[in-house]
């Protein structure tokens, strides 16, 4: 079983940045798309971004399109959350998550992804 473990989550004021970054031992991370999923208190868990295999196809949820960006370094086994000119919103338990996937499928629902990290803590104050 894959585990993904995220780091990078923080305090930080509004228009400010913060990378998360999401590591896995598992040797065909290569293999998995990735995604980032965020939980807002008393709030359900949405897609925030996601990516493909080789990081060609990625989905950025309409929300923060424009000021996150999703990456992967299947060298490193890592993905990358880079979240730009933050806000108050923003706040939120924040997830990874890895998904058994055909080549071009971006994943973007919850049910869709096999493995998911414990979550980390980003919080935007105003």
């Known amino acids: 079983q894959a585990q993904l473990v995220e780091s990078g989550g923080g305090l930080v004021q509004a228009g400010e940045s913060l990378t998360l970054s999401c590591a896995t031992s598992?040797?065909?991370?290569?293999?998995?798309?990735m995604g980032w999923f965020r939980q807002a208190p008393g709030k359900e868990r949405l897609s925030v971004a996601a990516i493909g295999w080789g990081g060609v196809g990625t989905y950025i949820a309409e929300s923060v399109k424009g000021r996150f960006t999703i990456s992967r370094d299947n060298a490193k086994n890592t993905v990358y959350l880079q979240m730009n000119d933050m806000k108050p919103e923003d706040t939120a338990v924040y997830y990874c998550?890895?998904?058994?996937?055909?080549?071009?499928?971006?994943?973007?629902?919850?049910?869709?992804?096999?493995?998911w990290g414990q979550g980390t803590q980003v919080t935007v104050s105003s």
């Open positions: 598992e040797r065909y991370f290569s293999t998995y798309a």
């Open positions: 998550a890895a998904a058994f996937a055909s080549f071009e499928l971006v994943p973007t629902l919850e049910a869709q992804y096999d493995y």
